[in-house]
């Protein structure tokens, strides 16, 4: 299964693999839209939730680097550092952000004010970077990254809170759009982001039965706010440390997508995300070339003009290659249209996620696309939502595990916690944040507990 | 008037320079609406021309970088190096891309294969690095750049030329929606991009009387196209290297309409680049103020749904601080709604370029909005461009020059040249491109020609 996610990258050319730095990939025209498409619902969900775009510079001295002791000890292992600029060393070492926290708490330090200035709700969409010693693979492990992340000031912890319980509600949003199922799980002390208070991971499931790690949450308390002295006047004119959050999600979006909907034949793109929501082949017979290529034009220009997008493919080759490329492309939606189907009103849909072909009337063409594109798009969260279930198995024991997430019993304790991961030879992702009932004891020191604690090999 | 360009861009808060590495500045949310409404405009303006958005990596290996000469004399004195990644120094030493030809050449000679792959029309957007000596400036010359480079393959040189001409009629169309003039000019043999074999800079005029060269379009010829191996097998089986052009800009562009627009009262933007096209302020009276502030919702559903970008300000200040605030910002048309205009069924248009007040039909207030930004921008490119050619004297001597651009005679001969930047202190930016009628003689050796040169202090 792993091969097969990789052998549909490779297929539908999202990524060229032959840049001569390892891990650094060349995003191809294809896979630059669907990377946009996902860019531009993460711009719709922020600025809709009164978060401001900003852009921060890449390098980061070296010395505001070093501000906050775990963080840095988190990330100087896989820094990239520039120590010289032209034909001289550098007085101070700058190094290619990995994160930004450490770029932008500086400049916050300086934005932030009163309590009117707060909350300070930004985010931005910029490539980082990071030395992965591990095996790269195309989006999901890769070494420049393509990475989207908010960064928000709070007055206290309540509101920093509130604003952890809104990102929960924007990535739903989001991924209803990708047909990405996930689970939120709270990481362990010993797997928190470097730094933060705590973290809460968005976890998906991938075929193969490894978990991805889609994006993480972090709620950072005053964490950072104290070495940057990011501090605000407050009502009384007590100075105070604003509480801070993150939210961050990557390319990897893109290798979710490719690896949850993908099947033998190629790509196949939730809705929201395709290029192309819907191709026309014109179906072209001997001798009514010039109706049916009038009759394909009109419908796609009819399409066109009600929002959908979509391309007619008018290459002079047989059906079946058109066929086949766009379903390598993944195209949620083909229209053929023949003389048959013009003399009958009607238009041929084929849906790329099942196959399945039907008979529409040309005359509500429109509609019907509509509700064709929202009904593959609900199959295709529902299918894969399932699939994710059936892919957590839970279990009282870590004897003779299946190649599944595991869905299982833990105390919280940290020794039991590593005796887990060490005898099932997996990670402990975390224990849910979402209401998972649960009545079980802990696999180790058997501990009752109301909380499972989920675990899988990650990619 | 250096100066006022330069209060401008700080009062109006399009930047943060106190990020703590030089020439490297922070995109503010509203900076970075500006520099996005023209990103966007770039990319329908490629995207009709077929041009695809690709999306290169940062870094180059410096072997790669190596392969032309010129170029690598042309950029090594001001490239960053990465030179250690993590706790360990790499074996192959990596530059932060100054520009993209060394990082993409090597793709594009895998992606070529036969006449059928070209033209190979690609472009990127993305941040790129040069180690600046001279003095930074926001926009203008900074170190961290905000960048668009285009980059296309040609079967043979004249397919380049006509790439080289649509060019130019994108830029004419996008600099019309930025309400800037410019000169394409020719540089000179010992100006030009290192390994072009031609560059035509892009060159505007500051109300300082200095140039600023906004971006260049280079004929690459088979200069790159032969180290990089960029080959292909035309009709006959044949084996071809292909000719390559460019076309690059930056964020100067945002430099340039905040320093050509912008009044003692701060920006003035473009109707095309304003986050805000109109400013809607109710003008609220005792007893009256539910009326006026329902008209005034009124009005900004209207124009909403109309398409017009707009936002009305219901802070609870005097509306003098409200006008204080969206001149600073540079919103195009203010609209002012008090108790008499709606009894008179008027509104108050106030136009930011110009601060003429003027009274229009309420019940016509799309069509009069519409036609009042059109007519705005129309006298800003009207405007500039009176500006620009005012800001050019034509001389037939070296003597006195006034703090303008000049044009002037050449011969063309290198030694000429070489006198004219000496003697008159000034650049040559070139020869020009579009046809521009003269008849005298170089102003150093008083040979017959018939083509001015220009001349400059460049930003």
């Not at 719709?44 to 001295?61: K, N, R, Y």
């Not at 990995?98 to 985010?123: C, G, N, Q």
């Not at 509130?162 to 929960?168: I, K, L, T």
């Not at 195209?331 to 008979?359: A, C, H, N, Q, Y």
């Amino acid at each position: 299964m792993v091969q097969r996610d990789r052998r549909e990258v490779e297929k539908a050319n999202l990524t060229d693999k032959r840049y001569p730095i390892k891990g650094m990939n060349v995003w191809t025209p294809y896979g630059w839209k669907i990377m946009q498409a996902i860019d531009r619902h993460i711009r719709e969900g922020f600025d809709a939730t009164d978060h401001q775009e900003v852009c921060f510079p890449l390098l980061i001295p070296e010395d505001q680097f070093a501000k906050e002791k775990e963080h840095i000890k988190g990330f100087d292992a896989e820094v990239f550092w520039v120590t010289h600029a032209g034909l001289n060393p550098l007085d101070v070492k700058l190094l290619l952000r990995p994160t930004s926290e450490t770029a932008m708490y500086p400049i916050f330090s300086l934005w932030v004010r009163s309590h009117a200035d707060l909350p300070l709700k930004t985010y931005q969409i910029v490539n980082t970077f990071r030395y992965e010693t591990k095996q790269t693979r195309a989006f999901i492990r890769v070494r420049e990254i393509h990475f989207f992340e908010s960064h928000t000031c709070h007055a206290d912890f309540e509101d920093a809170e509130r604003q952890v319980r809104e990102d929960y509600d924007i990535l739903e949003e989001l991924a209803s759009k990708w047909c990405i199922p996930y689970r939120l799980l709270k990481r362990t002390e010993w797997d928190k982001f470097p730094g933060a208070n705590y973290t809460v991971g968005v976890d998906t499931l991938l075929p193969s039965g490894r978990s991805l790690q889609l994006g993480s949450i972090h709620q950072y308390k005053e964490n950072f706010s104290r070495p940057y002295e990011i501090k605000y006047e407050d009502e009384k004119g007590e100075h105070r440390y604003v509480h801070q959050t993150t939210f961050g999600m990557s390319e990897r979006l893109v290798g979710a997508v490719v690896a949850i909907h993908g099947d033998d034949k190629g790509l196949v793109l939730p809705p929201d995300i395709a290029t192309n929501q819907v191709v026309v082949i014109p179906v072209l017979a001997k001798g009514e070339t010039e109706k049916v290529s009038n009759a394909a034009r009109a419908l796609r220009d009819e399409l066109k003009a009600a929002g959908v997008r979509v391309h007619i493919d008018e290459r002079d080759v047989r059906p079946g290659v058109k066929y086949y490329d766009w379903e390598l492309k993944g195209v949620p939606l083909r229209l053929e249209l023949g003389m048959r189907d013009i003399e009958k009103g009607k238009v041929t849909f084929v849906r790329r996620d099942t196959g399945e072909k039907s008979l529409k009337d040309r005359a509500r063409l429109v509609e019907e696309v509509r509700s064709m594109l929202a009904l593959i798009a609900h199959d295709m969260l529902a299918r894969a939502s399932k699939e994710m279930a059936s892919g957590i198995a839970t279990v009282d024991s870590l004897e003779g595990l299946p190649e599944k997430m595991i869905r299982t019993g833990w105390c919280g304790g940290e020794d039991c916690g590593h005796e887990i991961e060490n005898r099932s030879e997996r990670n402990i992702l975390g224990t849910p944040v979402e209401k998972d009932e649960f009545d079980g004891k802990c696999v180790v020191c058997g501990k009752p507990t109301k909380t499972p604690v989920y675990l899988a090999r990650a990619m």
